[in-house]
């Protein structure tokens, strides 16, 4: 079956600690997204990658880095930067235009506690 | 600029009742518009999409939603609510050039009253 996978379901951490959630998909898709959840304000972007080797910041990037060195996998690293890293992080996927409406589809998410 | 409003962050009905989560958009160019629906502890799931060939869209589990440009608006509707509806349901809009990232709205939570 195709879709995203993300692991570990549930992470935890000492505050201090970088940590790494992974993203993989095989639907052949170009673009990739990482949003952060917490509960009452929805989906915030934190970086997005149209094409390999290459990604944005979006709205929330600070303490948060990416890096797409294949066209399946785009991991986020969450740094000791980051102020308050506890939450459920989705990763997601869309196609490339002229393919569809763009809708994007969600992995099953990770969520990340932080102490 | 683009943006979603949903109205209510959370929404109760009665199993069997009407279920209508509201949802208003500002789009500077024609846009593709999108439910999701997020059960807890798990990812979005696409509900149903708005592409401009047809304003009554119609989805997955009994959902549907009506684009209508002059109100602005693209409200989410099921006849006869179930138990199994209970969930976050959420709104999105996007451009159509590839670099158009997709809004998300900040969520509507639907509970289900036995």
């Known amino acids: 079956d195709g879709g995203i996978t993300q692991s570990p379901k549930y992470l935890f951490r000492k505050e201090g600690q970088n940590v790494t959630l992974s993203c993989e998909q095989n639907l052949n898709h170009d673009a990739m997204y990482w949003y952060r959840q917490d509960p009452g304000q929805g989906l915030r972007l934190i970086y997005y990658?149209?094409?390999?080797?290459?990604?944005q910041k979006g709205d929330i990037a600070e303490g948060y880095s990416v890096s797409r060195e294949k066209k399946e996998s785009f991991p986020l690293t969450v740094t000791s930067a980051q102020k308050n890293p506890t939450a459920f992080y989705l990763c997601?996927?869309?196609?490339?235009?002229?393919?569809?409406?763009?809708?994007?589809?969600f992995g099953p998410g990770t969520r990340l506690t932080v102490t | 600029a683009q943006s979603v409003t949903q109205l209510g962050s959370h929404v109760s009905v009665s199993e069997g009742a009407l279920v209508l989560l509201r949802c208003n958009y500002s789009?500077?160019?024609?846009?593709?518009l999108f439910w999701y629906v997020q059960y807890p502890n798990q990812g979005l799931q696409l509900l149903l999409k708005y592409t401009s060939a047809a304003t009554l869209v119609k989805g997955i589990n009994g959902f549907e939603a009506e684009f209508k440009k002059s109100e602005t608006s693209f409200h989410l509707t099921k006849p006869s609510a179930h138990m199994s509806d209970a969930a976050e349901y959420f709104c999105?809009?996007?451009?159509?050039?590839?670099?158009?990232?997709?809004?998300f709205g900040k969520g509507t939570r639907l509970h289900i009253l036995p």
């Open positions: 990658s149209q094409i390999v080797n290459d990604f």
């Open positions: 789009s500077s160019v024609p846009p593709y």
């Open positions: 999105a809009v996007s451009g159509m050039n590839r670099d158009d990232k997709i809004i």
């Open positions: 997601a996927s869309r196609q490339a235009p002229g393919q569809g409406a763009y809708e994007q589809y």
